[in-house]
C-alpha cells in the first residue's frame, strides 16, 4: 500500500476496528445533526445513518493509514511498538533513527489527555442535552465519548508513558 508497506493480520484487525470506530462516530454525528430537524426514523437511519458511517469508516481507514505513513510504514510502526513494550531498543540500531520514532510517541500523552478531557466535558454536555434528543441519540454518544476516553486512558497514555521512559533509559547495553 502506497508508503505504508504490507500489512498483517494484525494490522488488518486494526484496519478494520478503525473503520468500525470511524463507521460508529460517522453514525452518531450524522444521525445528532439530522435529529436536530427531524425525528430519529428508520429512513433517517438508514437514508443518512449509511452513507455517514461509510464515510466515517473510510476517514477512519485513511487517518490509520497516513498515521503508519508518517512512523515509516505499518513495519517501522511494529518494529517501535515492540521497541516500546520491550522497554529497549537493540544495540545496532542508531540513536539518530530509534530517536525520533520513541519521542513521536512519547509525545502522545498529551494528546490523550486532551481526548480524556474532550470526552468528559462531551459527555457533560450529552448528558444536559438528554431531554432534546431520543435516549439511543444520548446513549450512542456517551458511549462514543467514554470509549474515546478510555481507548485514551487505556492505550494512549500508558504507551506515551512506556516510550517516556524508554527514552530516559536510552540504548540497552549488553548484560
Not at 481507514?61 to 515492540?82: K, P
Not at 540500531?93 to 489527555?113: D, F, K, M, S, T
Amino acid at each position: 500500500m502506497n508508503g505504508v508497506g504490507v500489512i498483517d493480520e494484525a494490522g488488518r484487525f486494526r484496519l478494520l476496528g478503525n473503520g468500525a470506530a470511524g463507521a460508529a462516530f460517522g453514525v452518531v454525528l450524522v444521525v445528532l445533526v439530522a435529529s436536530s430537524w427531524t425525528g430519529a426514523t428508520t429512513t433517517v437511519l438508514v437514508g443518512i445513518g449509511v452513507p455517514g458511517a461509510a464515510a466515517g469508516a473510510a476517514i477512519g481507514v485513511v487517518l490509520q493509514l497516513r498515521s503508519w505513513r508518517a512512523e515509516g510504514g505499518y513495519r517501522q510502526s511494529v518494529v517501535v511498538r515492540d521497541w516500546i513494550a520491550d522497554g529497549r531498543v537493540p544495540e545496532d540500531v542508531p540513536a539518530v533513527q530509534w530517536i525520533p520514532l520513541v519521542q513521536a510517541q512519547a509525545e502522545r500523552e498529551a494528546a490523550g489527555w486532551g481526548k480524556i478531557v474532550l470526552s468528559v466535558l462531551w459527555t457533560g454536555m450529552t448528558w444536559s442535552m438528554r431531554d432534546q434528543h431520543p435516549p439511543l441519540i444520548t446513549t450512542m454518544l456517551i458511549m462514543l465519548w467514554a470509549g474515546l476516553g478510555l481507548w485514551s486512558g487505556f492505550w494512549v497514555i500508558p504507551r506515551a508513558r512506556e516510550a517516556k521512559a524508554l527514552m530516559r533509559r536510552g540504548v540497552a547495553t549488553p548484560s
